[in-house]
């Protein structure tokens, strides 16, 4: 923690700023350790503060060993502006991409003189690159997708709804160490499939379809991100054997292909090339990927519009699609990790044309 607060405060000389106020969870959990629902980060040139209420006052010392914990009043914004006022500080960075109009508001006439300025996302910038500790979570959190999708799949049979395919697999994170869900499981079966983001319903599965499976681990603060799509039957069409084989040579492709230096633009057109020379460009109208880590979206991405250059320690997923309305859908989607001279890919759940019946 004492590393990353230092990192930050490299981020904040070169931006001209003396203090930094963080109120985003996440970016709070990143830099001090704290799991607490409420709390701020305040930190300077020189001090480390974790300001939160009466309810953390024995929590927050014993997670956030490298910050001065205080409780604050009523208004936690007063405190803050005592804290600076006795540093001489006239000038404080916030969150714009988290903090909304309205809090802006009160805290700028609460600071009064003290000038509430827009910071640029440096602990983003910072989470962008995963140090060995957080991979090997990260790592845990994929075996247990991996371990997700092999129960999973001695359960999936017609007969089945989609709402209690998605419960069995929440209920199997949780009971093997997972706070929850990286995000709302997505089960679509037959042309539910076809939907990219079609979280499960109450659609009974059928025989002779595709059910894609979209779902992660959230675990110890961290997300895992798989995807996987099966076919229930024994008789899948030209079509589903077409459309399967051209997503995983996409996704095949881009995994043997990604590299250190790359852009995110460039690492996109891997899979989007491959599918729209056969002729399905159309029907992949998302990013082959995005960052992932504490979130379940972050920087950087893989996609159309990236510019970002990946450099060893980004944690991105590949997750090339076709989707046909209508009909169905297939997404292949693995978690990997940029290296030197590559990747390591961290989901290893299998990925050969798979019927269940």
């Not at 059910?211 to 899948?236: E, M």
Request: glycine share 8%; aromatic share 8%.
């Amino acid at each position: 923690m004492e590393k990353r607060v230092q990192l930050l405060r490299e981020h904040m000389h070169k931006e001209g700023l003396e203090a930094v106020l963080v109120s985003h969870p996440v970016n709070r959990r990143y830099l001090s350790g704290f799991t607490g629902s409420a709390g701020y980060l305040l930190i300077t040139e020189d001090k480390n503060w974790l300001l939160t209420d009466f309810r953390y006052m024995t929590q927050a010392p014993a997670q956030a060993k490298a910050f001065e914990v205080v409780e604050h009043g009523p208004s936690f914004m007063n405190t803050v502006k005592q804290l600076l006022d006795d540093a001489g500080i006239g000038r404080v960075g916030f969150e714009p991409q988290t903090v909304v109009y309205s809090d802006y508001q009160a805290w700028a006439e609460t600071l009064g003189s003290i000038a509430l300025v827009p910071a640029p996302p440096m602990i983003e910038q910072l989470r962008m690159i995963k140090d060995e500790s957080e991979i090997a979570i990260m790592q845990d959190a994929a075996n247990l997708a991996d371990e997700t999708f092999r129960h999973i799949t001695n359960l999936l049979r017609p007969g089945i709804s989609e709402a209690d395919i998605a419960l069995e697999m929440e209920v199997f994170m949780r009971s093997r160490g997972a706070a929850s869900s990286s995000f709302e499981t997505i089960v679509a079966s037959g042309e539910r499939s076809a939907l990219p983001h079609g979280v499960a319903s109450g659609r009974i599965i059928q025989a002779e379809e595709f059910v894609k499976l979209d779902f992660g681990a959230y675990y110890n603060g961290y997300c895992s991100d798989l995807t996987r799509t099966v076919y229930i039957g024994t008789q899948p069409t030209a079509k589903h054997q077409e459309i399967y084989a051209i997503v995983l040579e996409a996704q095949m492709y881009a995994l043997e292909h990604i590299r250190p230096g790359m852009t995110g633009k460039e690492a996109d057109a891997l899979t989007r090339d491959i599918i729209t020379r056969y002729g399905y460009g159309d029907c992949f109208g998302h990013g082959t990927g995005h960052g992932l880590g504490m979130e379940i979206h972050e920087s950087p991405r893989l996609s159309k519009l990236s510019d970002t250059v990946l450099t060893p320690g980004m944690t991105v997923t590949v997750e090339p699609g076709i989707y046909l309305p209508g009909f169905g859908g297939v997404r292949i989607e693995d978690d990997v990790v940029i290296t030197d001279n590559g990747i390591k890919i961290l989901t290893s759940s299998p990925k050969h044309f798979m019927m269940l019946s």
